[in-house]
C-alpha cells in the first residue's frame, strides 16, 4: 500500500530502519509542540532526536509496521500500527505524528487511513493524553470515540492522564473513514 496519495507530492511508504533519525525528528518537534501547554518545559527537554533514533533502531517490532509521509524533501509525518498491545484481536495505532508546521493539512488523516488499511481488525485503538484537545478532536472527526479506558502516561517524572478511542471499522468498506 505504499505509494502516491491524494495529497499533491507526499508519498506513503513503509518505514526501514535507516529512517530512524527522521522518524525521530518527527516525534521529538510533534511531541514538543503537542505537550508544550501540558507538560513542563524541563520534561520536554529530555526529548532528544538522537536518543528516539537509537531507540527505534534497536527495537525493531516484527508485529507493527511504521508508515512515513514523505515529500521529496523530507519525511513529515510517522503512524506506527499493529496488534493492540492489551488485546491482540483489536488494531492499535500506536503513534501517529506529523510536523507542527504542517499540521492541518490532511497529513494525519492520510497516515491514519494507511495505518488503518494495514490491520487485519474490525475495531481500531488508540491512546490519547486526555487534555490533548486538538488530538482528541482529530480522533473523533475521523470516527474515533473514547470507550471508557483510562490510564496514565510518564515522561520525566510528569504524569499525563490518557483516554483510549475506538472505531468499528466496517469490513466491507474500501475505504474506512466515514463519510
Not at 37 to 46: D, G, H, S, V
Not at 140 to 149: I, L, Q, W
Amino acid at each position: 500500500m505504499d505509494g502516491i496519495n491524494p495529497i499533491s507530492g507526499v508519498t506513503i511508504r513503509s518505514a526501514t530502519a535507516e529512517d530512524a533519525d527522521d522518524i525521530a525528528a518527527v516525534y521529538v518537534r510533534s511531541w514538543r509542540a503537542a505537550y508544550a501547554e501540558l507538560l513542563p518545559p524541563k520534561a520536554l527537554a529530555t526529548l532528544h532526536e538522537a536518543n528516539w533514533a537509537r531507540r527505534f533502531r534497536s527495537r525493531p517490532e516484527s508485529s507493527r509496521v511504521t508508515l512515513l509521509a514523505h515529500t521529496t524533501a523530507q519525511v513529515i509525518g510517522m503512524v506506527t500500527v499493529g496488534p493492540d498491545r492489551q488485546d491482540p484481536v483489536f488494531g492499535e495505532i500506536n503513534a501517529i505524528y506529523v510536523l507542527p508546521a504542517i499540521q492541518g493539512r490532511g497529513i494525519g488523516t492520510v497516515l491514519l487511513d494507511a495505518a488503518i488499511t494495514r490491520l487485519d481488525s474490525s475495531v481500531v485503538r488508540l491512546w490519547c493524553a486526555a487534555e490533548n484537545a486538538r488530538s482528541r478532536t482529530f480522533y473523533e472527526r475521523r470516527g474515533f470515540a473514547p470507550d471508557g479506558a483510562t490510564g496514565t502516561y510518564e515522561i520525566s517524572g510528569h504524569r499525563l492522564a490518557t483516554v483510549r478511542y475506538a472505531r468499528q471499522i466496517p469490513p466491507d468498506s474500501s475505504s474506512p473513514l466515514p463519510s
